[in-house]
């Protein structure tokens, strides 16, 4: 069974950093691509960033790039998130994800197992 566990949200005033985690379990994350997605308040899910499985490529939504980093450490079974310099409209619920995404992904039709997401708030 796939498991997937947010984890490093929080609320945070704009130009502030956060880091996520996602533990994962249930299958060869070594051998998978992952991504981070995220879900706004009252908006649809849009794709973050995604990583190959041994971590030599990285790619990110324009809304991210700069900002963003996306990392994995495959001997911990773990995903990670670095954001920087957080706006405002980076506020939302936070998920990983396997495979390799990007801006045209179906993401509602492409993911198949969640986590519960990690909450992030972005405000003074």
């Known amino acids: 069974e796939v498991q997937l566990v947010e984890s490093g949200g929080g609320l945070v005033q704009p130009g502030g950093s956060l880091r996520l985690s996602c533990a994962v379990s249930?299958?060869?994350?070594?051998?998978?691509?992952m991504s981070w997605v995220r879900q706004a308040p009252g908006k649809g899910l849009e794709w973050v960033s995604s990583?190959?499985?041994?971590?030599?490529?990285?790619t990110y939504s324009d809304s991210v790039k700069g900002r963003f980093t996306i990392s994995r450490d495959n001997a911990k079974n773990t995903l990670y998130l670095q954001m920087n310099s957080l706006k405002p409209e980076d506020t939302a619920v936070y998920y990983c994800?396997?495979?390799?995404?990007?801006?045209?992904?179906?993401?509602?039709?492409?993911?198949?197992?969640w986590g519960q997401g990690t909450r992030v708030t972005v405000s003074s």
């Open positions: 994800a396997l495979g390799f995404m990007n801006t045209w992904t179906p993401i509602d039709s492409s993911v198949r197992d």
């Open positions: 249930g299958f060869a994350f070594s051998s998978t691509p």
């Open positions: 990583i190959v499985s041994g971590g030599g490529m990285t």
